[in-house]
């Protein structure tokens, strides 16, 4: 087997694994965050499955067999059912950084860069003195 030929295979292999930690991670998350609502009182698969239109089965074999091949829409179905919000970070393999979406953690994020508000609303005007409330 030639080099290149190991190099490819080796590849396909982290990709791989990647893909499936990715998505165990996922899992495992959000049975934390279901676990963490069972300690606050009862939060049964059944409410997961409503709020998400699927059938309790579905959403229970979800957590107890291999790690699910969720899209990104379902991903966000689950957060938002959950109510989580879900933040990312990427590790740099060879260098070790640790990237957000606004760049290398640690970093303040520039204004043009900066996190859209949570809040849907815009500002209240600044109220000067001199206007009427």
Same mark, same amino acid.
């Given at each position: 087997?030639?080099? $290149?030929?190991? $190099?490819?295979?080796?590849?396909?292999?982290?990709?791989?694994?990647?893909?499936?930690?990715?998505?165990?991670?996922?899992?495992?998350?959000?049975?934390?965050?279901?676990?963490?609502?069972?300690?606050?009182?009862?939060?049964?698969?059944?409410?997961?499955?409503?709020?998400? =239109?699927? $059938?309790?089965?579905e959403v229970?074999?979800?957590?107890?067999?291999?790690?699910?091949?969720?899209?990104?829409?379902?991903?966000?179905?689950?957060?938002?059912?959950?109510?989580?919000?879900?933040?990312?970070?990427?590790?740099?393999?060879?260098? =070790?950084?640790?990237?957000?979406a606004y760049?290398?953690?640690?970093?303040?994020?520039?204004?043009?860069?900066?996190?859209?508000?949570? $809040?849907?609303?815009?500002?209240?005007?600044?109220?000067?003195?001199?206007?009427?409330?």
């Open positions: 087997m030639s080099s $290149n030929s190991t $190099n490819r295979a080796a590849s396909r292999e982290v990709r791989s694994y990647d893909r499936e930690m990715l998505r165990a991670q996922f899992a495992s998350l959000f049975w934390a965050a279901i676990v963490e609502k069972r300690k606050h009182g009862k939060y049964p698969l059944s409410d997961l499955a409503k709020a998400l =239109g699927k $059938n309790k089965g229970s074999r979800w957590f107890s067999s291999g790690a699910p091949n969720w899209t990104l829409g379902t991903i966000a179905e689950i957060a938002y059912a959950l109510d989580l919000q879900i933040t990312v970070e990427a590790k740099d393999r060879s260098t =070790g950084l640790v990237m957000t760049g290398p953690k640690g970093r303040e994020p520039t204004d043009d860069e900066a996190a859209p508000s949570s $809040n849907p609303y815009p500002p209240a005007p600044p109220v000067r003195e001199d206007q009427p409330a």
